[in-house]
């Protein structure tokens, strides 16, 4: 299993142990891997993620402490780019939720008013997770990917394009979920 860094060339293996290097936001952060006893949980303190999990925990438990600490911090950044867009487009988004997608950045369900997306997507840019929000909403105005479809994401965010390609340079690494 390894992890494609924008950044880095080569591909890092990924152990979850303190010194390795992971993404948040687009920008590499150092992790440091705290054994103690209490809850387990994920933080940023001086731009290093602390990752505290329990003594002599295994892989599997580091990774899934690391997951969620990427779904809780998604969660909590997504609010602050759907609702402006949502002023901007018109349109209502009812739930947003996070999950973990091998092929898809985000899916929508306009007759829901839903929109989920990629957990992945906290390790990436500020300006592709933008474009991934105004992407699917723009699926509640107009569901398929059809002229109308592309002619909306250009007027919502004209450098759309762009930001796709930023995006499509460095593909979803579901092996960095799933071993």
Excluded at 103 to 114: I, N
Excluded at 133 to 160: A, G, I
Aim: with cysteine; proline share 6%; net charge positive.
């Amino acid at each position: 299993m390894s992890i494609d860094y924008p950044d880095i060339s080569a591909k890092v293996p990924c152990k979850y142990i303190t010194g390795e290097q992971h993404m948040l936001w687009g920008k590499q952060i150092s992790l440091h891997v705290l054994e103690k006893k209490g809850p387990t949980a994920g933080r940023l303190a001086h731009g290093t993620l602390i990752l505290q999990v329990h003594s002599g925990s295994s892989y599997e438990d580091r990774k899934k402490v690391l997951f969620q600490w990427y779904k809780k911090m998604l969660m909590m950044a997504l609010p602050g780019y759907v609702s402006p867009w949502e002023k901007v487009m018109n349109v209502q988004v009812d739930k947003v939720s996070v999950r973990q997608m091998r092929t898809q950045w985000g899916s929508c369900t306009p007759t829901q008013k839903s929109i989920r997306f990629n957990i992945e997507l906290a390790r990436r840019s500020p300006s592709v997770i933008e474009y991934i929000v105004v992407h699917e909403m723009v699926h509640l105005l107009e569901p398929s990917h059809n002229h109308r479809f592309k002619s909306l994401m250009t007027q919502y965010l004209p450098s759309w394009k762009q930001r796709e390609l930023e995006l499509n340079r460095h593909p979803i690494p579901y092996e960095f979920w799933e071993q």
